[in-house]
T-cell receptor, first 114, second 115 residues
Framework: NAGVTQTPKFQVLKTGQSMTLQCAQDMNHNSMYWYRQDPGMGLRLIYYSASEGTTDKGEVPNGYNVSRLNKREFSLRLESAAPSQTSVYFC?????????????FGQGTRLTVV | AQSVTQLDSQVPVFEEAPVELRCNYSSSVSVYLFWYVQYPNQGLQLLLKYLSGSTLVKGINGFEAEFNKSQTSFHLRKPSVHISDTAEYFCAVRGYSGSARQLTFGSGTQLTVLP
């Protein structure tokens, strides 16, 4: 049981390049999230998907797009990378509400834009 | 909208001493409350959560937290810390409905346990 798997673990991009961060969960969770983590700022929500087929903007969506490909997979795309997008990106999934509302996190993707 | 404030960015403490990490939140709806821990170069893992009922919740590794609705606080405590507790700790809230179902995190508190 792998939980939440993110790929790649590390990436270096040049300014203006594009890339897609992949996230997959095998827990049959309904909701999935993408966060970025920057020193002193905690985790900030980029986009989330409450259920398959829906996506919503979070706190810092500019410069990103997402796709909820199916219930398992939720990808994050940077169309034209900028140095300000240098960060550690985490994907998380949640089964639902109430007692099953714990979030499970991937190991993170460390992205550097030069 | 909801927000989380962690009042201390860095907390150094000697081994076997007690520690309290402070968290305050604001929300227009009822929320679930969480504490997560992040060890270096790893993802986050759940320490404990408050859903309803008893305001004192116990988690893994000897941590506990108390929900105080009137003060909108959810402080994390441990009576005696170990070197292995050195990590970053995040308080988080998640609303019951609508856009408040976003999981919102505080800025984190780095706990450093000194020998």
């Amino acid at each position: 049981n792998a939980g939440v798997t993110q790929t790649p673990k590390f990436q270096v991009l040049k300014t203006g390049q594009s890339m897609t961060l992949q996230c997959a969960q095998d827990m049959n969770h309904n909701s999935m999230y993408w966060y970025r983590q920057d020193p002193g700022m905690g985790l900030r929500l980029i986009y989330y998907s409450a259920s398959e087929g829906t996506t919503d903007k979070g706190e810092v969506p500019n410069g990103y797009n997402v796709s909820r490909l199916n219930k398992r997979e939720f990808s994050l795309r940077l169309e034209s990378a900028a140095p300000s997008q240098t960060s550690v990106y985490f994907c998380a999934s949640v089964w639902g509400l109430a007692e099953n509302t714990e979030a499970f996190f991937g190991q993170g993707t460390r992205l550097t834009v030069v | 909208a909801q927000s989380v404030t962690q009042l201390d960015s860095q907390v150094p403490v000697f081994e076997e001493a007690p520690v309290e990490l402070r968290c305050n939140y604001s929300s227009s709806v009822s929320v679930y409350l969480f504490w997560y821990v992040q060890y270096p170069n790893q993802g986050l893992q759940l320490l404990l959560k408050y859903l309803s009922g008893s305001t004192l919740v116990k988690g893994i590794n000897g941590f506990e937290a108390e929900f105080n609705k009137s003060q909108t606080s959810f402080h994390l405590r441990k009576p005696s810390v170990h070197i292995s507790d050195t990590a970053e700790y995040f308080c988080a809230v998640r609303g019951y409905s609508g856009s408040a179902r976003q999981l919102t995190f505080g800025s984190g508190t780095q706990l450093t346990v000194l020998p």
